[in-house]
């Protein structure tokens, strides 16, 4: 296993304690985390810490795709691992939030269901032996969305002191995002999905 799968790998365990962080039911056993009031604004420290692992996972992800692509890493366990990494990991905190109220549930479904379509057009391709690599408007969503969580994780400070939903606005924007990448995706691999008939 090379370094940039070791990044991937240790994203994936990261995600794991991020969910348990959030979902566990702390006060089940005689724990809570303590809360902080920061500038008026009630801190839950559950978040904070959880915002902190997803913070660092969100640079492995930076950090293993450079490796692989600077270092001749890339391998298809990698780029296999590395793609579903990130939609456990990002899909995975926007449902929780979504569920706990933090954000509107239109946000995870529609993401769920655009990653859904492209990694479906992304297989068609693939198996006409065609490699669909990543576009600008994807990685501009991706990175909107990292952004976007992880202020949504430190309660959107210190935006949050002069009322400005900067998290909100960052989480919609990579949400138009994901829809403009979806169509740029099946506009260029279209013919892969519906392959004209010889005569």
């Given amino acids: 296993m090379n370094t940039a799968e070791k990044l991937t790998v240790s994203r994936f365990i990261l995600t794991l304690f991020i ?5 566990f039911p702390f ?10 009031l920061v500038e008026g604004v009630l801190m839950d420290t559950k978040y904070l810490v959880a ?7 969100a640079i492995t992800d930076f950090l293993d ?10 391998t298809e366990f990698g ?25 509107n549930p239109i946000i ?18 693939s198996s006409k032996g065609k490699v669909v690599s990543s576009i600008t408007s994807g990685k501009i969503k991706t990175a909107s969305l990292m952004v976007g969580i992880i202020l ?13 939903r900067i998290d909100l606005f ?10 403009v990448s979806m169509v740029e995706y099946y506009s260029m691999n279209k013919m892969y999905l519906f392959p004209k008939k010889k005569n």
């Fill in 19 to 23: 969910i348990f962080i959030m979902l």
């Fill in 27 to 36: 006060y089940a056993v005689g724990f809570s985390f303590p809360k902080i």
């Fill in 51 to 57: 915002g902190g692992l997803f913070a660092i996972a």
């Fill in 65 to 74: 795709g450079y490796l692989a692509r600077k270092k001749k890493m890339v």
């Fill in 79 to 103: 780029t296999i691992a590395d793609a579903l990494t990130d939609k456990i990991l990002v899909d995975s905190v926007l449902i929780i939030f979504a569920s706990s109220g933090f954000i």
């Fill in 108 to 125: 995870p479904v529609i993401l769920v269901i655009r990653d859904c379509l492209v990694n479906a057009i992304k297989m068609a391709a």
């Fill in 152 to 164: 949504l994780f430190f309660y959107n400070m210190p935006f949050e002191i002069y009322n400005i």
């Fill in 170 to 179: 960052l989480l919609y924007f990579a949400l138009i995002m994901s829809i």
